[in-house]
């Protein structure tokens, strides 16, 4: 009998598998009149839709409209999506690298921080606890060199990447890090909240946000009286039901839109062992709506009412946590040690509180972003933002956001300083290019 050669067969099963388990991307700016449609046709995978939005997030793409349907085993994802000024994708370079990064979705994974020390932190938030944080570090000469704080409902987490002052090398003698764990929980757990203050060394690679999300969901900040005061702009309306014929549960979510609220809303049911089988986002000028069909991880819809109120709960709580209230302070300065110690001080003893913070440095400069409001969650009078501004330096802080009670101040003000950073209010891209190049501050 006449013996077949199984090894060409072989070879062509495994081109299957690959081509099955390996997203096709079709980008088209053609079908759609004012955005860029993005179409991911992949075998199922329940973790691709959040993968995908984290992409798309990182490059700091807004989703106007999106589709998701996962049919049997094959998954469809299609989202609109423009740059952050509302228009189509044209830069080549951002098309070459969705392509590129969407095609290798399954192998994607968060970018380590290397050469550098990663603290975890949580705790009861407090007017100045983020001034006690870095002036500890700084004290135990530790260099911050990217952090993104985030609080809610009265609570804090933190994400802190950091270096030795001297050896500028990670931090990795045991006793030094017990040192700063245990100073950092002293100040953290304040008067009487030692259960729930927590520091942590990460080795864990884990998208920054997403851990962020992480850490406030532990803490159960969705279960938790708000202590300060809010303005309600990002107060999502959401309900559940259960659709019993098809064996889905629907969550509806109708908010103000915003940069990564899909992300926020995605990542908040991954991490809660949902599985999305089919939604559709839709934003407006009035806002966003968004719909999602999900089950358990097991397949099954949820189960009762007390389930429903906690996914009602969580998912808020998701969608409010980046929306900080307050005004939008950017600073851009040349980097020293103690420098965010000195600056949130400077806020602290100007009883502003700190609600978001975006810490991060580049080619010696601080590039730092602040939210900040009064002790109770008002916004900040224009007179004590005047007073930390000229404490810090007029033409390093900067006022990017203000209350529509200060935007006269603000213009008034940006025109008393032109010669010194510009009558524009800029990003902090632009910042660093002014500092770099009108300022003449490095010299290096």
């Keep these: 009998m006449m013996q077949m050669d199984v090894k ?6 495994e081109k299957l598998i690959v081509r099955m388990n390996t997203p096709r991307v079709m980008i088209d700016n053609a079908g759609c009149a004012d955005a860029t449609r993005i179409m991911i046709d992949s075998a199922r995978n329940d973790g691709i839709l959040l993968e995908a939005v984290q992409v798309l997030t990182d490059l700091n793409l807004s989703i106007k409209k999106g589709y998701v349907s996962s049919d049997g085993r094959w998954n469809m994802d299609v989202f609109h999506v423009t740059n952050l000024d509302g ?4 830069d080549g370079s951002i098309i070459n690298c969705i392509e590129q990064s969407l095609g290798t979705i399954h192998s994607t994974r968060s970018k380590s921080i290397d050469g550098m020390t990663t ?7 407090r007017v100045g606890l983020l001034s006690e944080v870095f002036a500890v570090l700084s004290e135990l000469n530790c260099d911050v060199v990217e952090s993104k704080v985030w609080t ?6 933190s994400i802190i990447h950091l270096k030795d002052c001297d050896s500028g090398s990670p931090i990795e003698d045991s006793k030094k890090i017990d040192r700063i764990e245990a100073r950092l929980k002293n100040v953290l757990k304040g008067d009487n909240d030692i259960r729930s ?3 942590l060394v990460s080795i864990a690679v884990t998208h920054t946000e997403r851990r962020l999300h992480q850490m406030m969901f532990a803490d159960r900040d969705y279960d938790r009286t708000p202590i300060m005061k809010t303005h309600g702009r990002y ?5 559940v039901q259960n659709c019993s014929e098809k064996g889905y549960s629907v969550v509806n979510i109708q908010v103000k839109d915003r940069p990564k609220l899909l992300f926020d809303v995605v990542c908040t049911l991954t991490d809660m062992q949902y599985v999305v089988f089919h939604a559709t986002i839709n934003t407006a000028e009035d806002g966003a709506h968004l719909e999602f069909f999900i089950r358990h991880i097991d397949g099954t819809p949820i189960s009762s009412e007390a389930e429903k109120q906690r996914v009602i709960m969580c998912l808020k709580s998701a969608i409010e946590r980046r929306a900080s209230e307050g005004v939008r302070l950017e600073l851009c300065k040349p980097d020293k040690p103690g420098l965010l110690a000195e600056v949130t001080r400077t806020f602290r003893e100007n009883a502003m509180n700190v609600t978001q913070a975006e810490i ?3 080619m010696g400069m ?3 972003i602040f939210y900040v409001t009064d002790a109770i969650g008002n916004p900040v009078d224009s007179k004590v933002i005047d007073s930390v501004m000229d404490r810090i330096g007029s033409g390093y802080l900067k006022v990017k956001e203000l209350p529509l009670m200060c935007h006269k101040k603000a213009e008034s003000y940006a025109q008393n300083t032109s010669s010194l950073g510009g009558a524009v209010l800029l990003s902090l891209g632009s910042l660093l290019w002014r500092n770099l190049h009108h300022l003449g501050l490095i010299k290096s």
């Design 235 to 239: 107060s999502p309306s959401v309900s």
């Design 8 to 13: 060409p067969f072989l070879e062509e099963y």
């Design 360 to 362: 991060s440095t580049n």
């Design 197 to 199: 203050a927590k520091t």
């Design 87 to 90: 228009n189509k994708l044209t």
């Design 366 to 368: 601080a590039l730092n």
């Design 119 to 125: 603290l975890e932190l949580t705790g009861t938030d």
């Design 152 to 157: 809610h409902n009265g609570r804090i987490a």
